[in-house]
């Protein structure tokens, strides 16, 4: 499932414009590889961050994901209910599983993510490999 509203990083992050802030999370198709979560590491409201730029992580049974930031900025909020239940992130990735809320350094364009049609042909070709 790739949800058309959102827009998509290479890394398997999502995001979706509310208002001038940017809500980011992290795919089902990210969280996939690292199994069942049991650890989830978000910076705290207040923080800087930089695009490209790790600004947490995830852990599961089988392994780490890096957390990429998608654009620079400061951390508004980070959903706490995350952290202190990772399988969150396994349930509802796209809605109440999502990560931080971050307000832009600069106006962002989304033009430089993906749309949900170009991340789904991503996924098929990596599948297909």
């Not at 398997?12 to 979560?37: A, K, L, S």
């Not at 590491?41 to 995830?58: H, K, M, Q």
């Not at 957390?67 to 509802?92: H, Q, R, S, W, Y």
Request: with cysteine; glycine share 10%.
């Amino acid at each position: 499932m790739v949800p058309e509203q959102l827009r998509y990083t290479p890394t398997h992050e999502w995001c979706r414009m509310d208002g001038q802030i940017i809500v980011v999370g992290v795919t089902e198709h990210g969280v996939g590889p690292v199994g069942n979560v049991i650890y989830v590491e978000l910076p705290e409201a207040g923080d800087d961050v930089l695009r490209e730029v790790p600004f947490g992580e995830i852990e599961g049974a089988r392994g780490v994901k890096d957390l990429v930031c998608p654009f620079d900025g400061v951390i508004e909020a980070v959903n706490a209910a995350v952290v202190l239940k990772p399988d969150m992130l396994m349930k509802d990735p796209y809605e109440t599983g999502w990560l931080i809320r971050l307000k832009p350094d600069s106006p962002v364009s989304f033009e430089n993510l993906l749309s949900a049609a170009d991340y789904g042909e991503r996924l098929r070709k990596r599948r297909s490999r």
